[in-house]
T-cell receptor
């Protein structure tokens, strides 16, 4: 079956612009996670959804970052007024439910470059 | 304090040899889980192995085993009979108690030499 997909695979934008990154989880997976991976670092947690609601958004760095999952499947990470420091690979992962934490499947990531 | 520490930024190992990648963790929660992920140059994160804090035996998955030393807070990954395809970044990670997020270390880049 299809894995986690993320679009676009690459996004180049200018400082100050707005971007949206999309994640399509594995069908039937209720838990969805966003991580950010800066160059040379491990992934850093941003936000977790259980169904439609954000159950934990403690990793969002500031109020320029926002994520939604209106129908409990596809999720969109939105970044306003992008800054050069936002450049990173944004990873999405999904699991069957919050208890399947040892089975988080990751997407290929979106590489965001802010010029 | 760092929750996950991987002290080896890079390692070079001859093909067919066994490899041990070090990981120490820090938590006061008695219930936690430990993970290892592989990230090839393509960028995807591949789940390798999981160890729960209450598991009595060390986890094994094929050529991967996790050397879990609870008192030392150590969770080293052992890869037996390394292959060229094992060249990648390897991340140790932890999930604490009722938390939903996974905390990752900075990774170890493994190079397998022919």
């Amino acid at each position: 079956g299809a894995g986690v997909s993320q679009t676009p695979s690459n996004k180049v934008t200018e400082k100050g612009k707005y971007v949206e990154l999309r994640c399509d989880p594995i069908s039937g997976h209720t838990a969805l996670y966003w991580y950010r991976q800066s160059l040379g670092q491990g992934p850093e947690f941003l936000i977790y959804f259980q169904g439609t609601g954000a159950a934990d958004d403690s990793g969002l760095p500031n109020d320029r970052f926002f994520a939604v999952r209106p129908e409990g499947s596809v999720s969109t990470l939105k970044i306003q007024r992008t800054e050069r420091g936002d450049s990173a690979v944004y990873l999405c992962a999904s699991s069957l439910n919050r208890y399947s934490y040892n089975e988080q499947f990751f997407g290929p990531g979106t590489r965001l470059t802010v010029l | 304090a760092q929750k996950i520490t991987q002290t080896q930024p890079g390692m070079f190992v001859q093909e067919k040899e066994a490899v041990t990648l070090d990981c120490t963790y820090d938590t006061s929660d008695p219930s936690y889980g430990l993970f290892w992920y592989k990230q090839p140059s393509s960028g995807e994160m591949i789940f390798l192995i999981y160890q729960g804090s209450y598991d009595q035996q060390n986890a094994t998955e094929g050529r991967y085993s996790l050397n879990f030393q609870k008192a030392r807070k150590s969770a080293n990954l052992v890869i037996s009979a390394s292959q060229l395809g094992d060249s990648a970044m390897y991340f140790c990670a932890m999930r604490e108690g009722g938390d939903d997020k996974i905390i990752f270390g900075k990774g170890t880049r493994l190079h397998i030499l022919p």
